[in-house]
């Protein structure tokens, strides 16, 4: 991921975190058009949340932190839409919007992450058990979640991959996805997973 690479983007109303996994299911024309010029590239493109406006049409205002993706499955449909599966790669940030040709495209540079170190640890060790928290809260609810999922043992991927389970709206996930490193990451996280779990204790109450 180099300086100044153009990408196509696809806003959307939601965040991608670097590791986890999106589905689409891609209707319009212009997206239509850039999932085959991706799969006949190198199967990347950008996905950044829209900050206001819509999905479909055109016309929405986005944010300039986003994420890369990578097709990793697609399959058109008869009727010329596409059902993809995409997986996060990495953080970018988007310098300049170009025009819609037909679809959005910009130029981004990639957002480095840094090697996790002591502190970064004791960060995650706080969101695995504040998330442990939160899933046996839910499970009072709903008895088929009865675990906590398992995060990777690298801070770094682990908060990635707590910030995509975690019960949050997509303007604290984009804060999460700017938030430049990973130990004020966690603990942002911690704080929003301690805040759902007063919020379901009190609704139990």
Same mark, same amino acid.
């Given at each position: 991921?180099?300086?100044?690479?153009?990408?196509?983007?696809?806003?959307?109303?939601?965040?991608?975190?670097?590791?986890?996994?999106?589905?689409?299911?891609?209707?319009?024309?212009?997206?239509?058009?850039?999932?085959?010029?991706?799969?006949?590239?190198?199967?990347?493109?950008?996905?950044?949340?829209?900050?206001?406006?819509?999905?479909?049409?055109?016309?929405?205002?986005?944010?300039?932190?986003?994420?890369?993706?990578?097709?990793?499955?697609?399959?058109?449909?008869?009727?010329?839409?596409?059902?993809?599966?995409?997986?996060?790669?990495?953080?970018?940030?988007?310098?300049?919007?170009?025009?819609?040709? =037909?679809?959005?495209? #910009?130029?981004? $540079?990639?957002? *480095?992450? !840094?090697? %996790?170190?002591? +502190?970064?640890?004791?960060?995650? /060790?706080?969101?695995?058990?504040?998330?442990?928290?939160?899933?046996?809260?839910?499970?009072?609810?709903?008895?088929?979640?009865?675990?906590? =999922?398992?995060?990777? #043992?690298?801070? $770094?991927?682990? *908060?990635? !991959?707590? %910030?995509?389970? +975690?019960?949050?709206?997509?303007? /604290?996930?984009?804060?999460?996805?700017?938030?430049?490193?990973?130990?004020?990451?966690?603990?942002?996280?911690?704080?929003?997973?301690?805040?759902?779990?007063?919020?379901?204790?009190?609704?139990?109450?």
């Amino acid at each position: 991921m180099s300086d100044g690479r153009v990408l196509p983007m696809f806003p959307l109303g939601t965040v991608l975190f670097p590791y986890a996994m999106l589905p689409l299911h891609v209707f319009e024309d212009r997206y239509r058009v850039m999932i085959r010029r991706v799969m006949d590239g190198d199967r990347e493109f950008g996905v950044v949340l829209i900050e206001r406006g819509s999905e479909v049409g055109g016309g929405d205002v986005r944010f300039d932190t986003g994420t890369i993706a990578r097709v990793v499955q697609a399959a058109e449909l008869p009727d010329g839409r596409y059902a993809v599966a995409a997986v996060g790669l990495g953080r970018v940030r988007v310098t300049r919007w170009l025009p819609d040709d =037909p679809y959005p495209q #910009a130029e981004v $540079v990639a957002l *480095a992450d !840094e090697p %996790a170190n002591t +502190a970064d640890h004791d960060a995650r /060790d706080r969101v695995v058990a504040t998330l442990a928290v939160v899933t046996e809260l839910v499970g009072r609810i709903d008895p088929r979640i009865d675990e906590p =999922p398992a995060l990777d #043992a690298d801070p $770094v991927r682990a *908060a990635y !991959e707590a %910030a995509a389970l +975690a019960p949050i709206g997509p303007l /604290d996930a984009q804060r999460l996805l700017e938030t430049p490193a990973a130990p004020e990451r966690l603990l942002q996280l911690a704080e929003l997973l301690d805040d759902h779990a007063r919020l379901l204790r009190d609704g139990a109450s």
